[in-house]
């Protein structure tokens, strides 16, 4: 005769602790093998699953063979001790300088804390020449954005952008009055030309958006896991993007002229971009790429040494924008 197996009677604390174990023994573990193991029903090893995730463990879940598994993000005690050259340290202060663009944000505080447990394992000597070789790059951060008031919001939404977690944004939309609300789920954060935004999916929309940093004044991290889309690609999404407004690609030609062609030649100003070199001197960029307002920014930086050839559209933008300025300067008296 075969005696069934005994059910454990369980605290929760033990429970939770039991559930500890299975995730780090394992590459991944399903709510039904929890369930079974732990005999007890879904529903209380989903609030077991928060309460783990509560408790500050890096638990994250992800899509194995058409089954939803929870596993802890890193397994600390499985990485290797970490050794550094000097030229690897020098480019460690090199990147470290470029995060001053996040100073006020949780980003530049964890920078700086890696780079204190850095310094706390190295030899005397070589914590020496981490200090000297700290001022061997210098950040030129004209035009950073201050981030100092977000600190709260950005935390929040680090956390959310770890652990999956849907959250509910109070945002300020341009040219209105009023904030909107949004409940999003957060998939990307994006570094553009010394600003932070955020890719996520909009219900409200029910489609990608993209969010300026600065302008969310609340965000609020929902209990509410979600789970990536197999066909997301960051990348791909903003691809026919000049920067980072999503709008319909359009075919653009832009003649620089030989003062400014040596500034603009030998730079990647988008991935579709081919460059013409004319016997004159000038040169041409063309491309396909959506956000007319930040490729006109972007033409009109260099003055008169920059011509829209097409499309039409864009060139005439560009000169009713060249227009306007001419009436404030040519206003000027004295």
């Known amino acids: ?17 039991d559930i500890i174990r299975l995730i780090e023994a394992r590459h991944g573990v399903t709510i039904e093998d929890l369930a079974e193991e732990t005999a007890v029903n879904r529903r209380t090893i989903h609030r077991d ?8 463990y890096p638990l994250v879940s992800e899509r194995v063979n058409n089954r939803k598994v929870y596993r802890f993000l890193t397994r600390f005690k499985d990485i290797p001790p970490i050794s550094f050259t000097l030229q690897e340290l020098m480019t460690l202060s090199f990147l470290r300088s470029q995060l001053d663009l996040l100073r006020g944000t949780p980003f530049h505080g964890d920078m700086e ?24 790059s210098l950040p030129l951060l004209q035009g950073r954005r201050d981030y100092s008031h ?37 998939y990307t954060l994006v570094f ?24 969310i004044c609340e965000v609020t991290k929902e209990t509410e896991r979600f789970e990536l889309p197999r066909e997301y690609r960051p990348e791909e999404h903003l ?26 030649r030998d730079r990647i100003w988008h991935s579709s971009q081919k460059v013409e070199e004319w016997a004159n001197g000038d040169i041409v960029v063309s ?19 920059a011509e829209i050839l097409s499309p039409p559209e864009l060139r005439a933008e560009a000169a009713r ?8 300067y040519c206003n000027e008296t004295g």
């Not at 699953?49 to 500050?56: Q, S, T, Y």
């Not at 952008?161 to 957060?186: A, C, F, H």
């Not at 600003?195 to 600065?214: D, K, V």
């Open 113 to 136: 804390s890696i780079f204190r447990k850095v310094n706390s394992v190295l030899p005397p000597r070589y914590a020496a020449h981490m200090e000297r070789i700290a001022s061997v």
């Open 287 to 305: 491309f396909a790429a959506g956000g007319t307002m930040e490729i006109l920014s972007w033409v009109l930086s260099y003055g008169c040494h």
């Open 192 to 215: 553009h030309k010394g600003g932070l935004y955020l890719l996520g999916y909009a219900h409200n929309r029910q489609a990608l958006r993209t969010f300026s940093l600065e302008r």
């Open 321 to 328: 924008s060249v227009r306007e300025m001419g009436r404030l």
């Open 49 to 56: 699953l928060n309460a783990i995730h509560e408790a500050g």
């Open 150 to 186: 977000s600190r709260g919001q950005l935390t929040v939404l680090r956390d959310a952008l770890i652990y999956q977690n849907r959250v509910t944004m109070v945002y300020r939309v341009p040219g209105k009055s009023e904030p909107s609300s949004y409940l999003v789920d957060p």
């Open 239 to 264: 691809r026919h993007s000049f920067g980072i407004v999503e709008e319909s690609s359009v075919h653009v030609r832009v003649k620089f002229s030989p003062a400014v062609a040596h500034t603009v």
């Open 1 to 17: 005769m075969v005696r069934e197996k005994t059910k454990k009677k369980y605290s929760q604390a033990g429970r939770v602790h």
